[in-house]
Every structure is written in structure tokens, then in C-alpha cells.
């Protein structure tokens, strides 16, 4: 399995996680980034896109100025830093990865994590 995720969990509304996907197999540094998610019953969701270099970001507007992805290419590990956390946030929160930052962007993917839950509550 390529891409692992990590640092899901119960929080607070208002609250704070990190999350981390860890990649191996695939050229890290070559390849761009995303988090999805998706809830019961929900359609999946784009939460954010991060370039293979890091020099670009994309976030819709449902989470903009509260998420921050980033990456580490030499630690081959990705990033999401949620802050004021929503109960509307719920949801299991997957890693993909692609070849270019258009195809996440387009919903995409060459590779998908097996997620890590993240529930928020009132």
C-alpha cells in the first residue's frame, strides 16, 4: 500500500488535528498530493491539492483559510492541518496521489489511501 494515513480522531468543535499520509513506492517528489473526503451518504469531497514541489495549493471554498496542506519530500510524507474544526468536518479523510496537480484537481488518481475517520463534534 502506498499511501498510509494517520492522525484522525474525536475532537471538539472549534478544535484542531494534523493529519499525515505516508508514502512509499512511488516518487514523492514527482508526484502531486491531495486529501479527499467523504461521509455517510455524502458524494466524495476535494479538500485540498498540494503540487509535487509545493509551490501550489488548492482548497475549495468550504475550507479555505481553516485547512493547510503541505508536504515533505524528503520525509516522503504529506500533510493536513485542520483548525476550527466543524461538525459538518466529519468524515474519513483519504490521501491520493496522481501525476499532475490537473488530474487531482479533476478528481483523478493514481493511488488512494485506506483513510483515517475524522469525527467532530457540537
Known amino acids: 500500500v502506498p499511501l498510509v494515513e494517520s492522525g484522525g480522531g474525536m475532537v471538539q468543535a472549534g478544535g484542531s488535528l494534523r493529519l499525515s499520509c505516508a508514502a512509499s513506492?512511488?516518487?514523492?517528489?514527482?508526484?502531486?498530493m491531495g486529501w479527499y473526503r467523504q461521509a455517510p451518504g455524502n458524494e466524495r469531497e476535494l479538500v485540498a491539492i498540494i503540487s509535487d514541489s509545493g509551490g501550489t495549493t488548492y482548497y475549495p471554498d468550504s475550507v479555505k483559510a481553516r485547512f493547510t496542506i503541505s508536504r515533505d519530500n524528503a520525509k516522503n510524507t504529506l500533510y493536513l492541518q485542520m483548525n476550527s474544526l466543524k461538525p459538518e468536518d466529519t468524515a474519513m479523510y483519504y490521501c491520493?496521489?496522481?501525476?499532475?496537480?490537473?488530474?487531482?484537481?479533476?478528481?483523478?488518481?493514481?493511488?488512494w489511501g485506506q483513510g483515517t475517520q475524522v469525527t467532530v463534534s457540537s
Open positions: 491520493a496521489a496522481a501525476r499532475t496537480f490537473l488530474q487531482l484537481r479533476g478528481g483523478e488518481y493514481d493511488y
Open positions: 513506492g512511488i516518487i514523492f517528489s514527482d508526484t502531486a
